[in-house]
C-alpha cells in the first residue's frame, strides 16, 4: 500500500505543476499528452514493482530486482512501438547527430565525473557478481529508455514551447522528466507519512539533466545509456 500511495502522490505533483504550467501558456500545452505522461509513469511503476507484488517473484534468490526492470523495459517498448511514437522519435537509434559527439566528450567527462567523485565521498563494499552485472546492464537500459526516452517525448508533446540554450532547444519536458526520475528515488510514502531527501533528489536530478542534454544534442539514446550504467557501478572500480 506505501508503494501505491508514494506513485499517487507523485501524480499528483506531475499534475499539480503540469497543469499550473499549462494554464499559463494555453498554446503550448497537451492535455492529453500530460495525462498519456501520467499513464506511462504509472505503467512503469506497476510493473517495476512487479504490479506492486501481485506478479509471482520469479527470482526468489536475486539479490536485485531484474524481473520487475525487465518487465517495466518490455512495456516501454511496447509504448515505443506504438504507431504514433516510435523509437526514433524517442532516440533509440545508433546513429548519431552529425558533429554531436565532439560536442558531447565535455558532457561525457563532466558525468563521470560527477560520479567518480561520488564514489570517493560513499565507497561502495566489495560487490558480487550479480550487483556488477546488473549495474552494468539494467539501470541504464530500462531507465534511460523510459525516462529521457518516452517520458520526455511525452512530456515534450505536453509543453511544445522551446528555448535554445547550450546547443539544444530545451522545454519543460527536459524538467518534468528528470524531476520525475529525482522524485522516484527521493520520494516516498511509510510509516503513515510522505518523505522527501533533497540530497537524494539532487544526486539524481543533475546527471539527469545531463543525460537530457546528451539525448537531445545527439539525437541518440545510446550515450545516456552507457553513461548511466558506468555511473551506476563506477564506485565498484575506484
Known amino acids: 500500500m506505501d508503494a501505491i500511495i508514494s506513485i499517487v502522490g507523485i501524480v499528483g505533483l506531475i499534475l499539480f505543476f503540469g497543469v499550473l504550467i499549462g494554464f499559463f501558456d494555453r498554446?503550448?500545452?497537451?492535455?492529453?499528452?500530460?495525462?498519456?505522461?501520467v499513464l506511462f509513469v504509472v505503467l512503469n511503476d506497476f510493473f517495476?514493482?512487479?504490479?506492486?507484488?501481485?506478479?509471482?517473484?520469479?527470482?526468489?534468490?536475486s539479490e536485485w530486482n531484474w524481473q520487475g526492470k525487465v518487465l517495466a523495459l518490455i512495456v516501454?517498448?511496447?509504448?515505443?512501438?506504438l504507431p504514433y511514437i516510435g523509437r526514433r522519435q524517442i532516440g533509440l537509434?545508433?546513429?548519431?547527430?552529425?558533429?554531436?559527439?565532439g560536442a558531447a566528450?565535455?558532457?561525457t567527462v563532466a558525468y563521470i565525473a560527477f560520479f567518480v567523485a561520488l564514489a570517493f565521498v560513499f565507497p561502495s563494499e566489495n560487490a558480487s557478481?550479480?550487483?556488477?552485472?546488473?549495474?552494468?546492464?539494467?539501470?541504464?537500459?530500462?531507465?534511460e529508455i523510459f525516462y529521457r526516452g518516452l517520458l520526455l517525448f511525452a512530456f515534450d508533446r505536453a509543453f511544445t514551447g522551446r528555448t535554445r540554450f547550450l546547443g539544444v532547444d530545451w522545454g519543460w519536458g527536459a524538467f518534468f522528466s528528470s524531476a520525475v526520475f529525482g522524485l522516484a528515488h527521493a520520494f516516498g510514502y511509510s510509516d503513515g507519512a510522505f518523505s522527501f531527501e533533497p540530497m537524494i533528489m539532487a544526486l539524481t536530478a543533475v546527471p539527469s539533466l545531463l543525460a537530457v542534454w546528451?539525448?537531445?544534442?545527439?539525437?541518440s539514446l545510446v550515450l545516456p545509456i552507457l553513461l548511466h550504467n558506468a555511473g551506476n557501478s563506477i564506485s565498484y572500480f575506484v
Open 129 to 143: 557478481v550479480e550487483t556488477i552485472a546488473f549495474q552494468l546492464t539494467m539501470p541504464g537500459l530500462e531507465e
Open 93 to 101: 537509434v545508433l546513429r548519431q547527430k552529425k558533429g554531436s559527439l
Open 48 to 61: 517495476l514493482t512487479r504490479g506492486y507484488g501481485i506478479l509471482p517473484r520469479l527470482l526468489p534468490l
Open 105 to 107: 566528450i565535455p558532457v
Open 214 to 219: 546528451l539525448r537531445l544534442r545527439t539525437g
Open 27 to 37: 498554446k503550448n500545452f497537451s492535455p492529453v499528452w500530460l495525462l498519456s505522461a
Open 76 to 81: 516501454t517498448l511496447l509504448l515505443v512501438a
